[in-house]
T-cell receptor, first 114, second 114 residues
């Protein structure tokens, strides 16, 4: 199993550009989520999905869109990049709903918006 | 709502020193508690967990005990190594409708010097 994979690893954008961060998992997990990690802020939940076709907002959803057409993939779209979106982005997945199941993280995408 | 508070870092120790990283939580239900570790340039990975009161999670010489009476889950290690240098996150997952979600503390950076 590859686990949770993310592409790209690094990306530089100009203000106003759009892009999609890719995330895939091969563990047949129902739950997938996107976080951003900023210094002193810990991990903040952007969007999450509890299954194909079902998504919902987290703490900091503004400026980001998601969709979940398959169990495996959960892309994160930046519609019009802003410098405030410079961050490290982590995708994660988790198996069937249970409070004690482990959440698996991808290696992250480091995004810089100029 | 749910929240996790962990001691602010950074923490700097010499090799073979004793480590404690404090973590307290607020939850509405009966949460499971986790410690995740993030090594430089990588994603988060599960270090240990405990799913009910008085459980002790342990892994790689690290331990944490779920204390319901003090709502705490402090991380300890008797003798740290340089390779333990990383960021440590305390997290909880509550029961009930939002049991998919993990709530994270802000992370504690540990540096171990030889």
């Amino acid at each position: 199993n590859a686990g949770v994979t993310q592409t790209p690893k690094f990306q530089v954008l100009k203000t106003g550009q759009s892009m999609t961060l890719q995330c895939a998992q091969d563990m047949n997990h129902e739950y997938m989520s996107w976080y951003r990690q900023d210094p002193g802020m810990g991990l903040r939940l952007i969007h999450y999905s509890v299954g194909a076709g079902i998504t919902d907002q987290g703490e900091v959803p503004n400026g980001y869109n998601v969709s979940r057409s398959t169990t495996e993939d959960f892309p994160l779209r930046l519609l019009s990049a802003a410098p405030s979106q410079t961050s490290v982005y982590f995708c994660a997945s988790r198996s069937q709903p249970s409070s004690y199941n482990e959440q698996f993280f991808g290696p992250g995408t480091r995004l810089t918006v100029l | 709502g749910n929240s996790v508070t962990q001691m602010e870092g950074p923490v700097t120790l010499s090799e073979e020193a004793f480590l404690t990283i404090n973590c307290t939580y607020t939850a509405t239900g009966y949460p499971s508690l986790f410690w995740y570790v993030q090594y430089p340039g990588e994603g988060l990975q599960l270090l240990l967990k405990a799913t009910k009161a008085d459980d002790k999670g342990s892994n790689k010489g690290f331990e944490a005990t779920y204390r319901k009476e003090t709502t705490s889950f402090h991380l300890e290690k008797g003798s740290v190594q340089v390779s333990d240098s990383a960021v440590y996150f305390c997290a909880l997952s509550d029961t009930g409708g939002s049991n998919y979600k993990l709530t994270f503390g802000k992370g504690t950076l540990l540096t171990v010097n030889p």
